[in-house]
Every structure is written in C-alpha cells, then in structure tokens.
C-alpha cells in the first residue's frame, strides 16, 4: 500500500482549474478536495474550504491542483490500480457538503487506469 504522501497522480481539465481558481477567489483561500468512496453522492469529490474536513489515518495525499490538495482513501486508491485522477466539472448542484463549481456547476473527476509498464 503507497505510505500517505503525495504522489502526484491528479491534474484537472482547463474549466476545473478555472473554476477552482474563481473558488478560491471568492472564499480567499485555498480548498480541498476528497474523492468519495461511492456513498452518499456516488464517486463525485467533495470540495470543502482548505482544512475544513478531518482526514483520517486511512486518506493520502494523491496531489495538488491550484495550490488545492486531493485526497483519497489509501485502500480504495490501491484497489483501482492506482489510478490517475482528472478534475473536471459538469452541470448541475454538488452533492451532499461539497461546495460547488460555480453557478449550476459541480466537481467531477474522471478515473484513467494506469498505463501497463512493458518489460
């Protein structure tokens, strides 16, 4: 299982990164993102103010986007593979707490499988 650090496997489309710099604007500062593991919203992140939400023992550090930390559950990031993250947004509200994207906009992130190594 990789240790709880950053590992730089998260980037985000050109609207996200616009939307998240807007965020960060407005609230004045950065924010952070929490993939979900499937329950409550489905697999939608979660944006909160910066240090808002309480990561626990089982969360790393997956990357930073805009100065704006990505975070997901170890375990769950193992067992897709260690997957590379794409931020993204869409139309409609956030689910559950999540801040939004803007007006009418939320967070999306859209999982790419990692590249086989050859020999």
């Not at 299982?1 to 985000?12: D, I, K, L, S």
Request: aromatic fraction near 6%; charged fraction near 20%.
């Amino acid at each position: 299982m990789p240790e709880n650090g950053t590992v730089g496997r998260v980037t985000a489309t050109r609207a996200a990164r616009r939307a998240i710099a807007a965020l960060c604007a407005s609230r004045g500062g950065p924010v952070m993102f929490v993939q979900s593991g499937g329950c409550c919203d489905g697999s939608d992140p979660m944006c909160f103010p910066g240090g808002e939400l309480a990561l626990g023992d089982g969360d790393m550090l997956v990357g930073v986007v805009e100065g704006c930390t990505f975070h997901t559950d170890a375990a769950q990031y193992e067992a897709l593979g260690r997957p590379f993250y794409v931020l993204d947004v869409e139309e409609g509200a956030p689910g559950g707490f999540s801040l939004a994207a803007g007006d009418g906009l939320h967070f999306v992130t859209r999982v790419k499988a990692p590249r086989k190594q050859t020999s």
